[in-house]
DNA sequence: AGCCAGGGTCTGC
DNA sequence: GCAGACCATGGC
């Protein structure tokens, strides 16, 4: 049997990017700062370690196949967000938070990881979320390798009963999880929704689960699928409009306004105030 | 002990 | 359409 070996792949410098503040502004759940200050990422069944150098990410033991073909795309490093960073700062408000803010990416993530995540979030503080989401990939996802598991697929969990979730400790939204994953198998709920669907309608196509309303749909849609129009107004996001935004948001932001909302967001709970 | 956490559902007005 | 109770669990 033949091996190929895997070497370190490393990108070109990258402008606008910080690796920290993506993984860590609250938009995905399954990833590990390591002692090196790498990070161990996962996304459905890949999982990746990767760090930030000179301007330029280091992704270990990955061909670059791999890295053209999944992470470039899960990291969104082909957007320009210089020019959205242009565009958000001729706001003065925005431009406090996007300053703040710089080298937030939005994520591509896997789609069917983000609704489960998310759904697991409501009403739910960030460090359980993630030990819950743990707790559900090593109880019903496949081995990677060592300790390492795979999210859970839609089959899996559609095979379980709530009182099978007992251990991943969801409470009241394991019941949700198994209708999710049921809808997906179906296609009731769509995953792969196209960038052409208005976004009231692709939130209705993700409401039809139970326990996903319009916040949690506007997060699957902006941190999975590319809609940076989405725009998810959670308790923070709500108390940064009516404060600053009383009268929405100003129309020239709509087409990245789920960028801005990221930007506000990390600025509010992290930055000054 | 009571409050809150990247909410949503269900009921009642 | 909107307010309020309720939902499991755990950290503070």
Same mark, same amino acid.
């Given at each position: 049997m033949l091996v190929t070996e895997k070497k370190d792949y490393i990108t070109e410098k990258i402008g606008c990017f910080s690796l920290k503040r993506t993984l860590e502004c609250g938009q995905c759940f399954r990833f590990f700062e390591e002692q090196d200050g790498f990070y161990k990422v996962f996304s459905g069944n890949k999982r990746v370690i990767v760090g930030e150098k000179n301007g330029r990410l280091i992704f270990k033991d990955t061909s670059e196949d791999e890295f053209e073909n999944y992470w470039?795309? =899960?990291?969104?490093?082909?957007? *320009? =967000? +210089?020019e959205i960073d242009r565009l958000l700062c001729t706001d003065r408000r925005l431009k406090e938070a996007s300053v703040y803010a710089k080298g937030i990416h939005i994520l591509r993530q896997d789609p069917f990881e983000t609704l489960c995540s998310f759904i697991i979030?409501?009403?739910?503080?960030? !460090?359980?979320?993630k030990g819950i989401i743990d707790r559900f990939c090593k109880l019903l996802g496949k081995p990677?390798?060592?300790e390492d598991y795979a999210f859970p697929t839609a089959e899996s969990i559609s095979r379980c009963t709530v009182e099978d979730l007992a251990p991943i400790r969801a409470g009241f939204r394991a019941k949700y999880l198994i209708d999710a994953a049921n809808k997906v198998i179906t296609g009731e709920a769509p995953l792969n929704i196209p960038q052409g669907v208005e976004i009231e309608r692709a939130e209705e196509m993700l409401t039809v689960i139970k326990g996903v309303g319009k916040k949690v749909a506007d997060c699957v849609l902006l941190f999975s699928m590319g809609r940076m129009d989405a725009f !998810? +107004? *959670?308790?923070w996001i709500k108390r940064i409009m009516a404060e600053n935004f009383p009268d929405g948001l100003p129309e020239e932001f709509l087409p990245v306004r789920g960028i801005a909302q990221q930007y506000l967001y990390h600025f509010n709970r992290n930055g000054q105030k």
């Amino acid at each position: 049997m033949l091996v190929t070996e895997k070497k370190d792949y490393i990108t070109e410098k990258i402008g606008c990017f910080s690796l920290k503040r993506t993984l860590e502004c609250g938009q995905c759940f399954r990833f590990f700062e390591e002692q090196d200050g790498f990070y161990k990422v996962f996304s459905g069944n890949k999982r990746v370690i990767v760090g930030e150098k000179n301007g330029r990410l280091i992704f270990k033991d990955t061909s670059e196949d791999e890295f053209e073909n999944y992470w470039k795309a =899960y990291f969104d490093l082909d957007r *320009d =967000y +210089e020019e959205i960073d242009r565009l958000l700062c001729t706001d003065r408000r925005l431009k406090e938070a996007s300053v703040y803010a710089k080298g937030i990416h939005i994520l591509r993530q896997d789609p069917f990881e983000t609704l489960c995540s998310f759904i697991i979030s409501q009403n739910n503080n960030i !460090p359980r979320i993630k030990g819950i989401i743990d707790r559900f990939c090593k109880l019903l996802g496949k081995p990677i390798s060592g300790e390492d598991y795979a999210f859970p697929t839609a089959e899996s969990i559609s095979r379980c009963t709530v009182e099978d979730l007992a251990p991943i400790r969801a409470g009241f939204r394991a019941k949700y999880l198994i209708d999710a994953a049921n809808k997906v198998i179906t296609g009731e709920a769509p995953l792969n929704i196209p960038q052409g669907v208005e976004i009231e309608r692709a939130e209705e196509m993700l409401t039809v689960i139970k326990g996903v309303g319009k916040k949690v749909a506007d997060c699957v849609l902006l941190f999975s699928m590319g809609r940076m129009d989405a725009f !998810p +107004e *959670d308790v923070w996001i709500k108390r940064i409009m009516a404060e600053n935004f009383p009268d929405g948001l100003p129309e020239e932001f709509l087409p990245v306004r789920g960028i801005a909302q990221q930007y506000l967001y990390h600025f509010n709970r992290n930055g000054q105030k």
